[in-house]
């Protein structure tokens, strides 16, 4: 085993992961002790060296895993997604940079990047976009074309809420989160009371119905992911039962070739000696 294969045995040991981990929470807790002005004037010496040395332990660990990887490093988003937050950390908070000393908390991210369970999660959540970007143009054009018809039908009635266009606009949008829906319905129906077959229709068709299909959408997308997973391991399984199957193998023909010649030596005729 070389030296390469060395070091990319030791980050990927479940260990090792376990020892990063406690290194982000450790990290996180420092991070959060230090918005307390009392905790900086007591221990800010304290909290700044344990900031800077969950730092450097991140920057061994990347250089190690582009030392064991090389040009596969980048091949890996995880792996960008981590040099990433790690590399905003280095930049010097000194100066026009100093608003970056504020992203430092950025560095907690990296639990999910080590963490496979979250990894999942936002692995389906990101393949889930191009569904999810479908069904918020949906719900786009619901919303603009129930905001032009309660414009015109209500605007008189409610200007405060209804007005113009835009106004309308808002007021659905809220609307459909359900804040302050009944004030708004109950101030249109005073004067109209059959508004409310807007408002239930409304309410029906876009928080029930599109609304339900973004986490549709997601956990389908979840399930996709978490299937690709099993398969990925089940292949992986299958070529180190394949190794192993073929080690064997090797080893019966072996066996079988050193029994031949143990078979072949004792049929041989053996002189005697007249």
Do not use: C
Not at 20 to 27: C, Q, Y
């Amino acid at each position: 085993m070389t030296r390469r294969d060395r070091v990319r045995k030791l980050v990927e040991h479940r260990r090792f992961q376990h020892f990063i981990i406690a290194v982000i929470i450790v990290n996180a807790v420092t991070l959060a002790l230090e918005t307390s002005q009392r905790m900086l004037t007591g221990y800010g010496q304290l909290l700044h060296t344990v900031d800077y040395l969950a730092l450097s332990i991140f920057v061994v660990e990347l250089l190690l895993k582009f030392y064991a990887y090389r040009g596969g490093f980048f091949r890996d988003s995880w792996n960008v997604f981590d040099l990433v937050v790690v590399g905003i950390a280095l930049v010097p908070a000194a100066g026009p940079f100093a608003v970056l000393r504020a992203l430092r908390v950025l560095r907690i991210l990296r639990l999910i990047s080590v963490v496979p369970s979250m990894r999942r999660v936002v692995s389906g959540l990101l393949a889930a976009v191009p569904g999810m970007a479908s069904i918020a143009a949906l719900l786009a054009l619901i919303i603009f074309v129930a905001g032009v018809m309660a414009t015109k039908l209500f605007a008189p009635i409610a200007p405060d809420d209804f007005g113009d266009l835009g106004t309308s606009l808002f007021t659905l949008f809220q609307v459909m989160t359900g804040e302050a829906w009944p004030e708004i319905a109950d101030n249109v129906m005073r004067e109209a009371p059959m508004a409310w077959i807007f408002f239930v229709g409304y309410i029906l068709v876009s928080s029930f119905a599109v609304l339900n299909l973004f986490i549709a959408v997601v956990v389908s997308s979840m399930e996709d992911q978490l299937r690709d997973d099993m398969r990925a391991e089940e292949a992986k399984q299958a070529a180190v039962q394949a190794d192993a199957n073929s080690e064997i193998l090797a080893e019966l023909r072996a066996l079988r070739s050193e029994v031949a010649a143990l078979r072949s030596q004792r049929s041989e005729p053996t002189g005697e000696p007249a």
